[in-house]
């Protein structure tokens, strides 16, 4: 079988995209590093677990929702522990599993990094695109995320990370 192979518009788009992830990641833990102390991961984690209701969330099921590996989410927990951003607690449910668990320093580090973060994001994204094209952005990134990671995901040889 034949590779579909991309046309010049579609490698311009690919590339323009995968510039993109590239750049916008190390900006993004760059500004947080620089104005925080803390990497893009870490803040990550600090607010999914800020949003959760009882700020608490079983590291497996943690490591999938941020999309890394369950290795990844130890060594970067462990390193929150040393700030005081988090804490283990054991599962009450399951003794083989362990919650993280936001602390108020925790709460307090996201706090003072949020404006600089969300100051970064708007005038890297939303300051440079139209309402339409920040519309049109955010529900084609849905389509091509729900591909990659939903039932009808391409086949690969190893499983992604999150899921291992």
């Not at 579609?10 to 190390?26: G, K, N, P, Y």
């Not at 607010?47 to 999309?67: G, I, N, Y």
């Not at 988090?86 to 599993?97: L, Q, T």
């Not at 307090?108 to 994204?125: D, I, M, N, W, Y």
């Amino acid at each position: 079988m034949q590779p579909r192979w991309l046309s010049a518009q579609e490698m311009r788009t690919w590339r323009s995209f995968s510039d993109l992830s590239l750049v916008m990641e190390d900006t993004l833990d760059q500004q947080l590093r620089h104005d925080s102390g803390m990497s893009h991961l870490t803040y990550s984690v600090l607010v999914f677990l800020s949003e959760l209701p009882e700020q608490r969330l079983r590291m497996t099921d943690l490591a999938e929702k941020l999309r890394i590996s369950r290795t990844r989410l130890s060594y970067t927990i462990a390193r929150m522990e040393e700030e005081g951003w988090v804490r283990r607690e054991d599962s009450p449910g399951d003794k083989r599993a362990q919650l993280a668990v936001l602390t108020e320093a925790g709460t307090a580090a996201l706090t003072e990094a949020a404006p600089g973060h969300v100051e970064l994001v708007r005038s890297a994204v939303f300051d440079r695109l139209t309402p339409e094209q920040a519309q049109a952005f955010g529900e084609a990134c849905a389509i091509v995320l729900a591909g990659l990671t939903g039932p009808e995901r391409p086949a690969l040889p190893v499983d992604l990370p999150w899921r291992r």
